[in-house]
């Protein structure tokens, strides 16, 4: 079955450390994006690529970088710039606007 | 420009009542407009989507919503609450040629036996 995987499931960092979550899609879509998730504050977006080679800030792209060298993969990094990085991370591809969205099951980041 | 509220942080219904979340949009042209629904630690689920076909909308697990193009609305419905509807529920809207979604701050619902 198509889907996308996101790994690990939880993800312990000290602080200081950089940590990259994983994130993988078998859909054949262009787009991937990245978001982080904290209490009643809904989804908030990090970055997106909308094609291998190419990807762009989200709203609060400071402290993370991103990769897309395959069109399957788009691995986030979060960086030891990101001031607080305990949070749900989510990761999202698309067929095109009219199809929305389809999520991996998250990443928990907790820094120790 | 576009965005979404949801009004209502946490509504709370009993086991059998009606369920209605609600969801206004700004959109400069005609909008895509989506319901997720997420579990507690899991990724969000695709619960329906208005897409310029029908303006009712049936979805998964019994819900439906409907567009309401002079209202700016997309309100999500069902009309008795099961104990397993309990999770937090999204709206989101994008636009034709426009690979971007704008998710509003999300609804949780609970369910009351």
């Known amino acids: 079955d198509g889907g996308i995987t996101q790994s690990p499931k939880y993800l312990f960092r000290k602080e200081g450390q950089n940590v990259t979550l994983s994130c993988e899609q078998n859909?054949?879509?262009?787009?991937m994006y990245w978001y982080r998730q904290d209490p009643g504050q809904g989804l908030r977006l990090i970055y997106y690529s909308q094609i291998v080679n190419d990807f762009q800030k989200g709203d609060i792209a400071e402290g993370y970088s991103v990769s897309r060298e395959k069109k399957e993969s788009f691995p986030l990094t979060v960086t030891s710039a990101q001031k607080n990085p305990t949070a749900f991370y989510l990761c999202?591809?698309?067929?095109?606007?009219?199809?929305?969205?389809?999520f991996g099951s998250g990443t928990r980041l907790t820094v120790v | 420009a576009q965005s979404v509220t949801q009004l209502g942080s946490h509504v709370s219904v009993s086991e059998g009542a009606l369920v209605l979340l609600r969801c206004n949009y700004s959109?400069?042209?005609?909008?895509?407009l989506f319901w997720y629904v997420q579990y507690p630690n899991q990724g969000l689920q695709l619960l329906l989507k208005y897409t310029s076909a029908a303006t009712l909308v049936k979805g998964i697990n019994g819900f439906e919503a409907e567009f309401k193009k002079s209202e700016t609305s997309f309100h999500l419905t069902k009309p008795s609450a099961h104990m397993s509807d309990a999770a937090e529920y999204f709206c989101?809207?994008?636009?034709?040629?426009?690979?971007?979604?704008?998710f509003g701050s999300g609804t949780k619902l609970n369910v009351k036996p």
């Open positions: 959109s400069s042209v005609p909008p895509y």
């Open positions: 989101a809207v994008s636009r034709y040629n426009f690979n971007k979604f704008y």
């Open positions: 859909l054949n879509h262009d787009a």
């Open positions: 999202a591809s698309s067929g095109g606007a009219n199809y929305g969205y389809t």
